[in-house]
């Protein structure tokens, strides 16, 4: 291990690479220096920064107002000498092998009889201790970094949620200071700027214990762990993400836990496309600090915004899924979004084309000389009225291509429709493949209910077409643009 001056406290010395703490002076006030006999009264001191810690005196003062359960809401530095050891590195888990943290007692000085509890905390850099590295010893003089709690009436670490900053001269490798992560928090929660894994992290972890954000965030990553692809009972998903897709065990502010969060467009997930490791993606909503020790996504109050595939899995979203897409620009899991029913009024292949009436991608309905297809957009819950729909069409190929415009009357179980359901205007022939068809539709809807907007391939000649900018009006209403 590198033997470093805490930079922040011997910049002048920070060059240099040490053997022996021996050799170096301290960068913090040693509690062991005093030339006298008497004990010492330690005054409370420090503000829980790295370049302040706060004395034992100070942390139990401070810590002291919380209830049974509570934490403090941020993270400290606090300082103090080894005065009693419960469990060393080495002490062995349920399992046979050793947990890889200690639990120690700090206090001001040797002779104070006022102690802190640091309950399993980790080594250096927030890492598990490993054989032939230093143990703990009384007398020896500390900083530890993570959160305080009251458990039970005592104040003390939470379990697993502080570190070693500093040990008798010794700091870790990246020489102590702000918390380390493998990978610097970046983003400001924003669209533009999205919240990496470890600016999530700290940014929930801010919270206080079990508290949700106020506001909403943007949190980018790439998928390094799944624990539940597809819950069956809840509709939605468990996984990290982290800033390169390594799951990383020994330092958990490099990678941000998205719990219990919805899908696309904010709706639940089915047993369709899912998720896997390696994909890229975006989620979007309230995070908090679970317990004061889990930074993650509140559940149920966030959702995947933007979702690509890894590598061979090709792109899976385009454009903002919170649009109506009557554009097309939108496109999730290669299909465009909000255009597919939940009953048998989407027949059709749809693929994406880049020859656009406007904007950068159309719709390509795929059509059949055996039987009409149809492209047909989400349920809608529409008034008794009059509605207009305006789109434009032009066909794949130079044999032209037919089309009805209409609606069907969708079931409020969802379920096949029939015949009947289905209600259409007159075809449009001849579409041209040189230029965009402006097509015009008005009907009536005489009762209030839930309906699905579509247009049929007719299946003579049944050739491809491609479609762009519909919008669907009633009077100066736009519901479809």
Same mark, same amino acid.
């Given at each position: 291990?590198?033997?470093?001056?805490?930079?922040?406290?011997?910049?002048?010395?920070?060059?240099?690479?040490?053997?022996?703490?021996?050799?170096?002076?301290?960068?913090?006030?040693?509690?062991?220096?005093?030339?006298?006999?008497?004990?010492?009264?330690?005054?409370?001191?420090?503000?829980?920064?790295?370049?302040?810690?706060?004395?034992?005196?100070?942390?139990?003062?401070?810590?002291?107002?919380?209830?049974?359960?509570?934490?403090?809401?941020?993270?400290?530095?606090?300082?103090?000498?080894?005065?009693?050891?419960?469990?060393?590195?080495?002490?062995?888990?349920?399992?046979?092998?050793?947990?890889?943290?200690?639990?120690?007692?700090?206090?001001?000085?040797?002779?104070? $009889?006022?102690?802190?509890?640091?309950?399993?905390?980790?080594?250096?850099?927030?890492?598990?201790?490993?054989?032939?590295?230093?143990?703990?010893?009384?007398?020896?003089?500390?900083?530890?970094?993570?959160?305080?709690?009251?458990?039970?009436?005592?104040? *003390?670490?939470?379990?697993?949620?502080?570190?070693?900053?500093?040990?008798?001269?010794?700091?870790?490798?990246?020489?102590?200071?702000?918390?380390?992560?493998?990978?610097?928090?970046?983003?400001?929660?924003?669209?533009? $700027?999205?919240?990496?894994?470890? +600016?999530?992290?700290?940014?929930?972890?801010?919270?206080?214990?079990? *508290?949700?954000?106020?506001?909403? &965030?943007?949190?980018?990553?790439?998928?390094?762990?799944?624990?539940?692809?597809? !819950?069956?009972?809840?509709?939605?998903?468990?996984? @990290?993400?982290?800033?390169?897709?390594?799951?990383?065990?020994?330092?958990?502010?490099?990678?941000?836990?998205?719990?219990?969060?919805?899908?696309?467009?904010?709706?639940?997930?089915?047993?369709?496309?899912?998720?896997?490791?390696?994909?890229?993606?975006?989620?979007?909503?309230?995070?908090?600090?679970?317990?004061?020790?889990?930074?993650?996504?509140?559940?149920?109050?966030?959702?995947? @915004?933007?979702?690509?595939?890894?590598?061979?899995?090709?792109?899976?979203?385009?454009?903002?899924?919170?649009?109506? !897409?009557?554009?097309?620009?939108? #496109?999730?899991?290669?299909?465009?979004?909000?255009?597919?029913?939940?009953?048998?009024?989407?027949?059709?292949?749809?693929?994406?084309?880049?020859?656009?009436?406007?904007?950068?991608?159309?719709?390509?309905?795929?059509?059949?000389?055996?039987? $009409?297809?149809?492209?047909?957009?989400?349920?809608?819950?529409?008034?008794?009225?009059?509605?207009?729909?305006?789109?434009?069409?032009? +066909?794949?190929?130079?044999?032209? +291509?037919?089309?009805?415009?209409?609606?069907?009357?969708?079931?409020?179980?969802?379920?096949?429709?029939?015949?009947?359901?289905?209600?259409?205007?007159?075809?449009?022939?001849?579409?041209?493949?040189?230029? #965009?068809?402006?097509?015009? @539709?008005?009907?009536?809807?005489?009762?209030?209910?839930?309906?699905? &907007?579509?247009?049929?391939?007719?299946?003579?000649?049944?050739?491809?077409?491609?479609?762009?900018?519909?919008?669907?009006?009633?009077?100066?209403?736009?519901?479809?643009?």
């Amino acid at each position: 291990m590198k033997k470093i001056l805490y930079s922040v406290f011997a910049i002048a010395m920070a060059a240099f690479t040490f053997t022996s703490c021996e050799d170096v002076p301290s960068p913090y006030d040693d509690p062991n220096d005093n030339p006298s006999d008497e004990p010492i009264v330690i005054e409370p001191s420090g503000d829980g920064t790295a370049e302040s810690p706060y004395n034992v005196a100070r942390i139990l003062e401070l810590a002291g107002a919380l209830e049974s359960g509570e934490d403090l809401p941020s993270k400290v530095y606090i300082t103090g000498v080894v005065v009693g050891i419960e469990e060393n590195y080495n002490s062995l888990g349920p399992s046979g092998t050793p947990y890889g943290n200690a639990t120690f007692t700090i206090a001001d000085n040797e002779d104070s $009889n006022t102690t802190f509890l640091v309950y399993r905390a980790n080594y250096f850099d927030n890492k598990k201790w490993q054989e032939g590295q230093d143990i703990l010893e009384f007398g020896d003089s500390v900083v530890v970094y993570g959160t305080v709690t009251n458990y039970n009436g005592t104040i *003390e670490t939470d379990q697993n949620n502080a570190y070693l900053v500093y040990l008798n001269g010794q700091t870790g490798e990246g020489g102590g200071g702000d918390e380390p992560t493998p990978g610097q928090p970046e983003g400001d929660g924003t669209l533009e $700027n999205p919240f990496n894994a470890p +600016a999530a992290y700290q940014y929930a972890a801010a919270l206080g214990a079990d *508290e949700v954000s106020e506001n909403e &965030v943007y949190i980018k990553g790439i998928i390094s762990q799944i624990r539940n692809n597809y !819950n069956s009972n809840y509709k939605t998903a468990d996984y @990290y993400i982290s800033v390169d897709g390594t799951f990383d065990s020994e330092n958990s502010g490099n990678q941000f836990y998205v719990y219990a969060s919805n899908y696309l467009n904010n709706e639940k997930y089915t047993s369709g496309d899912l998720l896997n490791v390696g994909d890229e993606v975006v989620v979007y909503g309230k995070v908090t600090n679970y317990r004061g020790n889990t930074p993650e996504t509140a559940m149920n109050q966030s959702y995947l @915004y933007s979702w690509t595939k890894g590598e061979g899995g090709g792109s899976q979203d385009v454009g903002d899924p919170n649009a109506l !897409n009557g554009d097309f620009e939108c #496109w999730i899991g290669g299909q465009p979004n909000n255009w597919k029913s939940a009953n048998s009024a989407s027949n059709a292949t749809l693929t994406q084309s880049t020859d656009a009436h406007s904007g950068t991608y159309s719709v390509c309905v795929g059509g059949s000389s055996s039987a $009409n297809k149809r492209l047909a957009y989400k349920e809608l819950e529409l008034k008794a009225g009059e509605y207009t729909m305006e789109f434009y069409v032009k +066909a794949l190929t130079s044999e032209g +291509a037919s089309l009805r415009p209409g609606y069907a009357i969708a079931h409020e179980d969802g379920s096949s429709l029939s015949g009947d359901d289905y209600k259409y205007g007159d075809y449009v022939n001849d579409i041209p493949n040189t230029e #965009w068809m402006k097509v015009t @539709y008005t009907f009536t809807i005489d009762a209030d209910g839930i309906y699905n &907007v579509l247009m049929m391939n007719a299946k003579n000649p049944g050739n491809d077409f491609l479609v762009d900018d519909f919008k669907l009006t009633t009077g100066s209403t736009v519901i479809i643009e």
